[in-house]
């Protein structure tokens, strides 16, 4: 009976400890930016015509390119080729993010640029992604990634979302089905001795 009750001592310490040493996993929350479609913001830059380069692709594009600010750490560009090829680049300051935050970012599409000063941003790390939109025969105020930028001022992490609740749930099943075998091994003892 010892032995029973020794065994179960270490699976609860086994469950306990799997708990402890599991970090909890979390999801960086990027900012929202608005559409090339309907940009907003206020207009920093624009280029009516020209050629431009796009972030993570090496060809070059002909057409109007119009830079927004719409926040702090947010810089919008929306690129309109000659052909209504829209290219819509979100840029955003991450110079408060971590490198796991950012290794996350990354796996989920954004690009990650250590300095911004290449593109006309601030000599600071920024991550950005392309978003392709149609802007043929739109006459809109449009842009891609070209010309001189004006860069964003800092930012901070908008928030995170706790996503590694796995290993908990686990361990409080583990522990109800110990402490359910304890109670039954009690139960039994009871019952052979006459308690």
């Keep these: 009976m010892r032995g029973r009750l020794f065994i179960a001592f270490l699976i609860v310490l086994f469950a306990l400890s799997v708990r402890l040493s ?3 996993v979390y999801a960086v929350v990027s900012p929202d930016f608005p559409s090339c479609v309907n940009p907003q ?3 920093k830059v ?5 050629t431009h380069g796009v972030i993570g692709n090496s060809n070059e594009f002909k057409g109007k390119d119009s830079v927004y600010t719409i926040s702090e750490n947010q810089t919008l560009q929306c690129l309109c080729t000659d052909n209504g090829q829209g290219i819509q680049t ?3 300051k991450v110079s408060s993010l971590t490198a796991d935050q950012i290794n996350i970012l990354i796996s989920q599409g954004w690009t990650k640029i250590p300095d911004g000063s ?3 941003l601030d000599s600071s790390p920024y991550l950005a992604r392309n978003i392709d939109y149609s802007c043929s025969g739109s006459g809109n105020s449009t842009g891609g990634v070209g010309g001189q930028v004006l860069g964003a001022s800092t930012g901070s992490v908008l928030g995170l979302a706790t996503t590694g609740n796995t290993p ?3 361990s409080v099943i583990l522990s109800g089905l110990i402490f359910l075998s304890l109670g039954a091994a009690i139960t039994k003892i009871k019952n052979d001795t006459g308690i």
């Design 22 to 24: 599991v970090p909890s």
């Design 118 to 120: 290449a593109w006309g």
């Design 168 to 170: 908990f749930i686990l």
């Design 90 to 92: 979100n840029w955003w």
């Design 46 to 50: 624009e280029y009516n015509q020209g």
């Design 41 to 43: 913001g206020s207009l």
